[in-house]
């Protein structure tokens, strides 16, 4: 068998490996995806986290993140399973299609820097600081958030279009299609975490200064039920926490591969390679890149394991539909008075 032969085969195992690892990965995450997120949306609409500003943002993340999952991975399973690519049916499609995949995945990662920003902002020793923590605010930032992030992307409706020989929508060669790279580092791969480290160290800082602000004397004053309704408060401030540095460390590290493999394709731009080297960075392209939509995907799975709080809401919801219904054995109407 001669070399080229045998770089051809080669080659073609690779994408072969890569349409496996698609096909596995998207089934994957649609299928725990649809059930994580419905679970979460239960959870964060029960009495004792709805009423919390930062279960708000997690229940907007939430939301974003479903549309990732029942817009985003349908797509790309087609794309590169089954060669069904919707993004080349037109020109409109491909430059709206494309917003929307851009939009819900960014706004996603911003909803949980928004969430991070909160507890900064609850922790706070400043009142003033500690009054933007409300749901009065969250019902103004969510819509805000979804509005500039959206803004940010208006371009890709201008400046997309159709590759009729690679049949893809691509971003017009030059010099848009390098500042397309460095903006979605900024807007998805970098912006994000990099909220995320400020305002999470900011609040480990505030709870370790809140240690030394409390006054033993004030406990005193206060009445049963409110000490009982401020320890609740605090309970459910710190699993939110404990969900909240979840959600940003495992962020942080899937994030972070897209950037890396632009830098790599930076680097590499000018360097010619034969089949085998050009799939494997095709295949190392595509899996940062749903790597990165891990956390859009499996939300719902990191705040099982980082939240007792969320845990025990959760288990409310079987218990309910599995507790059998009490059965009047005495025939006595229990409405009836003696």
């Known amino acids: 068998m001669s070399s080229s032969n045998t770089i051809t085969t080669e080659a073609d195992i690779i994408k072969a490996d890569g349409i496996i690892f698609y096909q596995i990965w998207c089934y994957s995450m649609f299928t725990f995806g649809i059930i994580g997120h419905t679970l979460s949306i239960y959870v964060f609409t029960r009495t004792v986290l709805r009423s919390n500003p930062c279960s708000r943002y997690f229940l907007a993340s939430t939301i974003s993140g479903s549309c990732v999952v029942m817009i985003t991975i349908p797509l790309r399973l087609l794309q590169l399973r089954y060669n069904i690519n919707v993004f080349t049916n037109s020109i409109i499609v491909c430059k ?141 401030d710190r699993q939110l926490i404990q969900m909240m540095f979840a959600q940003c460390i495992v962020f942080i590290l899937t994030a972070s591969l897209p950037s890396v493999q632009y830098i790599y394709a930076s680097v590499r731009a000018n360097v010619t390679v034969d089949a085998v080297q050009s799939a494997k960075d095709s295949l190392f392209s595509s899996i940062a890149n749903f790597v990165s939509l891990s956390v859009p995907c499996m939300s719902f799975y990191l705040f099982t394991l980082s939240s007792k709080l969320f845990r025990n809401e959760l288990m409310k919801l079987f218990n309910d539909s599995w507790r059998p219904k009490q059965i009047n054995t005495t025939g006595i109407n229990p409405s009836r008075k003696n």
């Not at 929307?100 to 991070?116: D, G, P």
């Not at 609040?203 to 409110?226: E, H, W």
């Open 96 to 236: 709206i299609v494309t917003l929307l995949l851009n939009w819900t995945r960014a706004q996603n990662a911003w909803f949980t820097a928004m969430a991070c920003a909160d507890r900064f902002l609850c922790s706070s020793a400043s009142t003033t600081l500690r009054g933007f923590s409300s749901l009065r605010v969250t019902y103004r930032t969510i819509p805000l958030a979804i509005l500039i992030v959206g803004l940010g992307y208006i371009h890709v409706p201008i400046y997309y279009q159709i590759n009729t020989r690679q049949q893809t929508c691509v971003p017009i060669p030059g010099i848009y299609q390098t500042f397309v790279g460095v903006w979605n580092l900024v807007e998805f791969s970098l912006g994000p975490p990099i909220a995320m480290l400020y305002f999470g160290l900011g609040t480990v800082k505030n709870v370790r200064q809140s240690v030394g602000r409390i006054a033993p004397n004030s406990i005193q004053t206060l009445t049963q039920t409110q000490i009982q309704q401020q320890r609740r408060r605090k309970a459910t």
